[in-house]
Antibody, heavy 119, light 107 residues
C-alpha cells in the first residue's frame, strides 16, 4: 500500500525549532518529487516547499524562505522539514505529499503532524 | 506568484443538486490545475488533475473543465458523502498555490 506518515510535530515556543519527518512506503520514493503543505487551524491549504527526486532542486513559498529547509534521504525513504525561528503563524498541520510524475498534482498525502507555536 | 481565486466561498445545496465551483488564476496556467476534496480532520484527496482528468476511484459525478485562467468543478448530483471543502490548485509553476477553498454545506 502506498503510504506517507509524518512525525515530529508538537508544542514549541516562539523562536524555537523542530524537524518534521515523513516516512514513505509502497512506492519508489527516489522517483518522485515531494512536498510539504500546511494548514493553519480553520484555514485553507498552503503549499510550503518542494524537492526534486534527487534533492538537487528545492522551492519554497516566500513567507518561509530562510526559516524552513526541505531535505530528503532516498536511502531511508524519508522526507524532512527543518523549521526554525518559529512564529505563532507557523502553527498548523503539516502534510507530506507526493507529486505525480511531471511533476504534477499532489496524488498521495500523509495524515499530517500538528505543530503548535506558543509560549 | 500565481494567485488562485475560488467562488463561492460557501455553497448551500441539497442532495441531488448539480453544483458548480469556479476557480480563476491570475495568469494563464494552461491545463495545469487540480481539484481536491477535504473532510474535517482528514488529509485532502485528489479528485481531478490536468483540469479535466478524473483520478482513479473518484465517482464519475465529479467533472472538471477549463483552461487558461478559468476552471470549474461540477458535481452532477450531490451525494451525502460530498459535503466537504473543495480546493483548486495550480501546478503551472514550481511554486504551487491553492485557492482559498469552497465549503459545500447541507441546505
Amino acid at each position: 500500500e502506498v503510504q506517507l506518515m509524518e512525525s515530529g510535530g508538537g508544542l514549541v515556543q516562539p523562536g524555537g525549532s523542530l524537524r518534521l519527518s515523513c516516512a514513505a512506503s509502497g512506492f519508489t520514493f527516489s522517483s518522485y518529487w515531494m512536498s510539504w503543505v500546511r494548514q493553519a487551524p480553520g484555514k485553507g491549504l498552503e503549499w510550503v516547499a518542494s524537492i526534486k527526486e534527487d534533492g538537487g532542486e528545492k522551492y519554497y513559498v516566500d513567507s518561509v524562505k530562510g526559516r524552513l529547509t526541505i531535505s530528503r534521504d532516498n536511502a531511508e525513504n524519508s522526507l524532512f522539514l527543518q523549521v526554525s525561528i518559529l512564529r505563532a503563524e507557523d502553527t498548523a498541520v503539516y502534510y507530506c505529499a507526493r507529486l505525480r510524475v511531471g511533476p504534477g498534482a499532489f496524488d498521495i498525502w500523509g495524515r499530517g503532524t500538528m505543530v503548535t507555536v506558543s509560549s | 506568484d500565481i494567485q488562485m481565486t475560488q467562488s463561492p466561498s460557501t455553497l448551500s445545496a441539497s442532495v441531488g443538486d448539480r453544483v458548480t465551483i469556479t476557480c480563476r488564476a491570475s495568469q494563464s496556467i494552461s491545463i495545469w490545475l487540480a481539484w481536491y476534496q477535504q473532510k474535517p480532520g482528514k488529509a485532502p484527496n485528489l479528485l481531478i488533475y490536468k483540469a479535466s482528468s478524473l483520478e482513479n476511484g473518484v465517482p464519475s459525478r465529479f467533472s472538471g473543465s477549463g483552461s487558461g485562467t478559468e476552471f470549474t468543478l461540477t458535481i452532477s448530483s450531490l451525494q451525502p458523502d460530498d459535503f466537504a471543502t473543495y480546493y483548486c490548485q495550480q501546478y503551472n509553476s514550481y511554486s504551487r498555490t491553492f485557492g482559498q477553498g469552497t465549503r459545500v454545506e447541507i441546505k
